[in-house]
């Protein structure tokens, strides 16, 4: 059964960048059953889906932040991560890694990030 | 970017009742349609996929119908550990995209 788990700082400044990696356990990342994707939620608010990477390292992402987002893939250690620069407060969320068949199933127990001096 | 709309944002059944959430999309999403559950705290949990499908582990008193623009979620007879928001979500078209949530509370 395929596990996720985020990790990353809990606290980043403003203009800075936002690194988070998810770590996939219970199956192999290189499986082509799956893309991998970041989705966030800011507090009290909504789901945004961010980026997703196939283990090939074909990505997609969402216009509204492709312009900050990377998504990267090491198959070596069965992970993929984000990084998100210049964050503003408007950052500060939970941000969930997810597994996508085409849906997004399973999930990460998320992180939250906070944008803040 | 297919918008999502869901209503209505807050619904209050009281337990044992059916409750009904609709989900409307702004352009065809066939039935490439999601539905997730989300507690207090944790992360989204898969319902129903294909619009009708149920994930696995799910029981049957949660069922999912529509197709094009119109989707509803239907849970039969609510049990407390059913009071939570739920999320419509499309995966027609990309970026995917969610619905803002329904919250369904006890009445």
Redesign the interface.
Same mark, same amino acid.
């Given at each position: 059964q395929l596990q996720l788990q985020e990790s990353g700082p809990g606290l980043v400044k403003p203009s800075e960048t936002l690194s988070l990696t998810c770590t996939v356990s219970g199956g192999s990342i290189t499986t082509t059953n799956y893309y991998w994707s970041w989705i966030r939620q800011p507090p009290g608010k909504g789901l945004e889906w961010i980026a997703y990477i196939f283990y090939t390292g074909t990505t997609n992402y969402n216009p509204s932040l492709k312009s900050r987002v990377t998504i990267s893939v090491d198959t070596s250690k069965n992970q993929f991560s984000l990084t998100l620069s210049s964050v503003t407060a408007a950052d500060t969320a939970v941000y969930y890694c997810a597994g996508q068949p085409s849906w997004f199933d399973p999930w990460g127990q998320g992180t939250l990030v906070t944008v803040s001096s | 970017?297919i918008v999502m709309t869901q209503s209505p944002a807050t619904l209050s059944v009281s337990p044992g009742e059916r409750a009904t959430l609709s989900c409307r999309a702004s352009q065809s999403v066939s039935s490439?349609l999601?539905w @997730?559950q989300q507690k207090p705290g &944790?992360? /989204?949990?898969?319902l129903i $996929?294909g619009a009708s499908t149920r994930?696995t582990g799910i029981p049957a008193r949660f069922s999912g119908s529509g197709s094009g623009t119109e989707f509803t979620l239907t849970i039969s007879s609510l049990q407390s550990e059913d009071f939570a928001v739920y $999320?419509c &979500?499309q @995966?027609n078209n990309? /970026? @995917?995209?969610?619905? &803002?949530?329904t919250r369904l509370e006890i009445k």
């Amino acid at each position: 059964q395929l596990q996720l788990q985020e990790s990353g700082p809990g606290l980043v400044k403003p203009s800075e960048t936002l690194s988070l990696t998810c770590t996939v356990s219970g199956g192999s990342i290189t499986t082509t059953n799956y893309y991998w994707s970041w989705i966030r939620q800011p507090p009290g608010k909504g789901l945004e889906w961010i980026a997703y990477i196939f283990y090939t390292g074909t990505t997609n992402y969402n216009p509204s932040l492709k312009s900050r987002v990377t998504i990267s893939v090491d198959t070596s250690k069965n992970q993929f991560s984000l990084t998100l620069s210049s964050v503003t407060a408007a950052d500060t969320a939970v941000y969930y890694c997810a597994g996508q068949p085409s849906w997004f199933d399973p999930w990460g127990q998320g992180t939250l990030v906070t944008v803040s001096s | 970017e297919i918008v999502m709309t869901q209503s209505p944002a807050t619904l209050s059944v009281s337990p044992g009742e059916r409750a009904t959430l609709s989900c409307r999309a702004s352009q065809s999403v066939s039935s490439n349609l999601a539905w @997730y559950q989300q507690k207090p705290g &944790q992360a /989204p949990r898969l319902l129903i $996929y294909g619009a009708s499908t149920r994930a696995t582990g799910i029981p049957a008193r949660f069922s999912g119908s529509g197709s094009g623009t119109e989707f509803t979620l239907t849970i039969s007879s609510l049990q407390s550990e059913d009071f939570a928001v739920y $999320y419509c &979500q499309q @995966y027609n078209n990309w /970026p @995917y995209t969610f619905g &803002q949530g329904t919250r369904l509370e006890i009445k």
